[in-house]
Protein backbone atom coordinates (compact mmCIF):
# COMPACT_ATOMS: atom_id res chain seq x y z
CA UNK A 1 0.00 0.00 0.00
CA UNK A 2 1.36 3.69 -0.94
CA UNK A 3 1.50 5.28 2.13
CA UNK A 4 3.11 8.68 3.61
CA UNK A 5 3.36 9.43 7.44
CA UNK A 6 4.55 12.46 8.52
CA UNK A 7 6.21 13.40 12.07
CA UNK A 8 7.44 16.05 14.01
CA UNK A 9 5.23 18.58 14.46
CA UNK A 10 4.77 20.21 17.98
CA UNK A 11 4.25 23.25 19.52
CA UNK A 12 7.60 26.31 19.09
CA UNK A 13 7.69 29.68 20.15
CA UNK A 14 8.12 32.71 17.28
CA UNK A 15 12.07 32.90 15.75
CA UNK A 16 11.90 28.80 16.79
CA UNK A 17 13.24 25.73 14.64
CA UNK A 18 11.09 22.69 13.81
CA UNK A 19 12.07 19.56 11.53
CA UNK A 20 9.81 17.34 9.86
CA UNK A 21 9.81 14.24 8.35
CA UNK A 22 7.56 12.39 5.76
CA UNK A 23 8.49 8.53 5.86
CA UNK A 24 7.35 6.89 2.33
CA UNK A 25 6.31 3.26 1.51
CA UNK A 26 5.07 1.29 -1.06
CA UNK A 27 6.08 3.12 -4.30
CA UNK A 28 9.79 3.74 -5.66
CA UNK A 29 10.66 6.76 -3.62
CA UNK A 30 13.00 8.09 -5.48
CA UNK A 31 11.27 8.49 -9.01
CA UNK A 32 8.80 11.19 -7.28
CA UNK A 33 8.99 14.90 -6.62
CA UNK A 34 7.60 15.30 -3.32
CA UNK A 35 6.04 18.57 -1.94
CA UNK A 36 4.79 20.21 1.21
CA UNK A 37 1.67 21.61 1.60
CA UNK A 38 -0.07 23.68 4.46
CA UNK A 39 -3.47 24.10 5.67
CA UNK A 40 -4.00 26.88 8.64
CA UNK A 41 -6.79 26.71 11.10
CA UNK A 42 -9.77 27.23 8.88
CA UNK A 43 -7.84 28.34 5.67
CA UNK A 44 -7.37 26.71 2.51
CA UNK A 45 -4.71 24.85 1.35
CA UNK A 46 -0.95 26.98 0.29
CA UNK A 47 1.91 24.99 -1.21
CA UNK A 48 5.15 25.11 0.55
CA UNK A 49 7.97 23.83 -1.05
CA UNK A 50 8.80 21.03 -3.43
CA UNK A 51 11.87 18.49 -4.33
CA UNK A 52 12.65 16.18 -7.34
CA UNK A 53 13.32 12.84 -6.78
CA UNK A 54 17.20 12.49 -6.98
CA UNK A 55 17.10 15.69 -4.33
CA UNK A 56 18.87 18.49 -7.25
CA UNK A 57 16.33 20.43 -7.24
CA UNK A 58 13.99 22.57 -5.19
CA UNK A 59 11.52 25.03 -5.13
CA UNK A 60 9.66 27.48 -2.31
CA UNK A 61 6.58 29.23 -1.80
CA UNK A 62 7.42 33.23 -1.18
CA UNK A 63 6.31 32.96 2.09
CA UNK A 64 8.98 30.64 3.40
CA UNK A 65 11.78 31.09 0.91
CA UNK A 66 15.27 31.70 2.76
CA UNK A 67 13.16 30.08 6.19
CA UNK A 68 12.45 26.88 5.32
CA UNK A 69 14.06 24.10 3.88
CA UNK A 70 13.06 21.21 1.58
CA UNK A 71 15.29 17.67 1.24
CA UNK A 72 14.83 13.94 1.27
CA UNK A 73 16.98 10.70 1.68
CA UNK A 74 16.70 8.16 -0.61
CA UNK A 75 18.07 5.85 0.89
CA UNK A 76 15.62 6.37 3.88
CA UNK A 77 12.09 7.41 2.00
CA UNK A 78 12.00 9.94 3.59
CA UNK A 79 11.62 13.31 2.97
CA UNK A 80 12.09 16.44 5.49
CA UNK A 81 11.22 19.77 6.23
CA UNK A 82 13.74 21.96 8.12
CA UNK A 83 11.41 25.22 9.36
CA UNK A 84 13.43 27.93 11.31
CA UNK A 85 12.55 31.65 12.27
CA UNK A 86 9.19 30.71 12.64
CA UNK A 87 6.32 32.74 12.54
CA UNK A 88 2.83 33.26 13.99
CA UNK A 89 1.41 32.97 10.36
CA UNK A 90 3.01 29.21 10.05
CA UNK A 91 0.47 27.62 12.30
CA UNK A 92 -0.91 25.15 10.18
CA UNK A 93 -1.57 21.43 9.30
CA UNK A 94 1.45 19.89 7.40
CA UNK A 95 1.13 17.54 4.68
CA UNK A 96 3.56 15.68 2.44
CA UNK A 97 2.67 14.93 -0.77
CA UNK A 98 3.40 12.63 -3.79
CA UNK A 99 3.35 13.71 -7.43
CA UNK A 100 1.11 11.99 -9.62
CA UNK A 101 4.04 10.63 -12.06
CA UNK A 102 7.52 9.98 -11.97
CA UNK A 103 10.03 12.37 -12.99
CA UNK A 104 7.56 15.93 -12.91
CA UNK A 105 8.64 18.36 -10.44
CA UNK A 106 5.35 20.09 -11.01
CA UNK A 107 2.06 17.51 -10.76
CA UNK A 108 -1.01 16.88 -9.16
CA UNK A 109 -0.32 15.03 -6.00
CA UNK A 110 -2.36 11.56 -5.83
CA UNK A 111 -1.20 10.62 -2.18
CA UNK A 112 -1.04 12.62 0.99
CA UNK A 113 0.39 11.89 4.53
CA UNK A 114 -2.58 12.51 7.15
CA UNK A 115 -1.01 15.60 7.93
CA UNK A 116 1.36 16.77 11.51
CA UNK A 117 0.24 20.25 13.14
CA UNK A 118 2.69 22.84 13.82
CA UNK A 119 1.60 25.26 15.98
CA UNK A 120 3.65 29.02 16.98
CA UNK A 121 3.08 30.47 19.78
CA UNK A 122 4.51 32.05 22.74
CA UNK B 1 -0.51 32.90 -11.33
CA UNK B 2 -4.34 33.33 -9.18
CA UNK B 3 -6.76 30.95 -8.72
CA UNK B 4 -10.08 32.18 -8.04
CA UNK B 5 -12.93 29.68 -7.75
CA UNK B 6 -16.66 30.51 -7.50
CA UNK B 7 -18.82 30.35 -5.77
CA UNK B 8 -16.92 30.37 -2.34
CA UNK B 9 -20.18 27.97 -0.88
CA UNK B 10 -23.04 26.16 -2.23
CA UNK B 11 -26.43 24.26 -0.79
CA UNK B 12 -27.57 21.22 -2.32
CA UNK B 13 -29.48 18.57 -2.42
CA UNK B 14 -28.82 15.01 -2.91
CA UNK B 15 -28.95 13.95 -6.85
CA UNK B 16 -28.73 17.69 -8.35
CA UNK B 17 -25.83 18.45 -10.53
CA UNK B 18 -23.73 20.70 -8.94
CA UNK B 19 -21.03 22.83 -11.29
CA UNK B 20 -17.64 24.43 -9.80
CA UNK B 21 -15.70 27.19 -11.40
CA UNK B 22 -11.99 27.71 -11.57
CA UNK B 23 -10.25 30.74 -13.46
CA UNK B 24 -6.98 31.52 -13.57
CA UNK B 25 -5.67 34.84 -13.94
CA UNK B 26 -3.51 33.53 -17.15
CA UNK B 27 -3.45 30.77 -19.32
CA UNK B 28 -2.17 27.19 -18.30
CA UNK B 29 -3.29 25.16 -20.49
CA UNK B 30 -4.45 21.79 -19.18
CA UNK B 31 -2.25 22.27 -16.50
CA UNK B 32 -4.97 21.99 -13.59
CA UNK B 33 -6.35 19.65 -11.02
CA UNK B 34 -9.25 19.10 -8.66
CA UNK B 35 -9.33 17.72 -5.00
CA UNK B 36 -11.48 17.05 -2.56
CA UNK B 37 -11.12 17.88 1.24
CA UNK B 38 -13.53 16.29 4.36
CA UNK B 39 -12.95 18.27 7.83
CA UNK B 40 -10.25 16.81 9.43
CA UNK B 41 -8.46 14.82 6.67
CA UNK B 42 -6.18 15.02 3.62
CA UNK B 43 -7.33 16.24 0.66
CA UNK B 44 -7.94 13.52 -2.73
CA UNK B 45 -7.75 13.76 -6.03
CA UNK B 46 -10.42 14.07 -8.10
CA UNK B 47 -9.26 15.37 -11.72
CA UNK B 48 -5.51 16.14 -13.29
CA UNK B 49 -4.73 17.45 -16.30
CA UNK B 50 -8.43 19.00 -16.14
CA UNK B 51 -10.27 16.20 -17.49
CA UNK B 52 -8.70 13.20 -16.33
CA UNK B 53 -10.77 11.44 -13.99
CA UNK B 54 -8.24 9.91 -10.94
CA UNK B 55 -8.18 6.31 -10.72
CA UNK B 56 -10.84 4.73 -8.32
CA UNK B 57 -13.11 8.19 -8.58
CA UNK B 58 -16.38 7.43 -9.27
CA UNK B 59 -17.83 8.79 -13.03
CA UNK B 60 -20.17 11.45 -11.74
CA UNK B 61 -17.17 13.77 -11.05
CA UNK B 62 -16.17 15.77 -14.13
CA UNK B 63 -13.79 18.43 -15.75
CA UNK B 64 -13.18 20.50 -17.96
CA UNK B 65 -11.85 23.55 -19.85
CA UNK B 66 -8.52 24.92 -20.95
CA UNK B 67 -6.69 28.42 -21.02
CA UNK B 68 -8.34 30.11 -18.20
CA UNK B 69 -11.64 28.61 -17.18
CA UNK B 70 -12.30 25.57 -16.06
CA UNK B 71 -15.16 23.89 -14.30
CA UNK B 72 -15.62 20.76 -12.13
CA UNK B 73 -19.12 19.33 -12.31
CA UNK B 74 -20.78 16.46 -10.12
CA UNK B 75 -23.35 15.16 -12.54
CA UNK B 76 -25.51 13.71 -9.08
CA UNK B 77 -24.64 14.59 -5.81
CA UNK B 78 -24.47 12.12 -3.37
CA UNK B 79 -24.58 12.34 0.60
CA UNK B 80 -20.39 11.48 0.84
CA UNK B 81 -19.60 14.39 -1.65
CA UNK B 82 -20.28 17.05 0.83
CA UNK B 83 -17.17 18.71 1.17
CA UNK B 84 -14.53 21.31 0.06
CA UNK B 85 -13.34 21.60 -3.47
CA UNK B 86 -10.23 22.61 -4.46
CA UNK B 87 -8.64 23.49 -8.02
CA UNK B 88 -4.62 23.48 -8.22
CA UNK B 89 -2.90 24.94 -11.27
CA UNK B 90 0.38 23.02 -11.55
CA UNK B 91 2.38 25.39 -13.60
CA UNK B 92 3.35 26.89 -10.36
CA UNK B 93 1.55 25.18 -8.04
CA UNK B 94 -1.42 27.31 -6.54
CA UNK B 95 -4.01 26.66 -5.33
CA UNK B 96 -8.09 28.11 -5.62
CA UNK B 97 -9.61 29.46 -2.32
CA UNK B 98 -12.23 26.36 -2.11
CA UNK B 99 -16.12 26.00 -2.34
CA UNK B 100 -17.58 24.49 0.55
CA UNK B 101 -20.55 22.30 -0.59
CA UNK B 102 -23.16 21.61 1.76
CA UNK B 103 -26.42 19.78 2.24
CA UNK B 104 -29.31 21.82 1.52
Known amino acids: EVQLLESGGGLVQPGGSLRLSCAAS????????MSWVRQAPGKGLEWVSA????????YYADSVKGRFTISRDNSKNTLYLQMNSLRAEDTAVYYC???????????????WGQGTMVTVSS | IQLTQSPSSLSASVGDRVTITCRASQGISSYLAWYQQKPGKAPKLLIY???TLQSGVPSRFSGSGSGTDFTLTISSLQPEDFATYYC???????FGGGTKVEIK
Open chain 1, 97 to 111: AKSLKPWELLDAFDI
Open chain 2, 88 to 94: QQLTAVT
Open chain 1, 51 to 58: ISGSGGST
Open chain 2, 49 to 51: AAS
Open chain 1, 26 to 33: GFTFSSYA
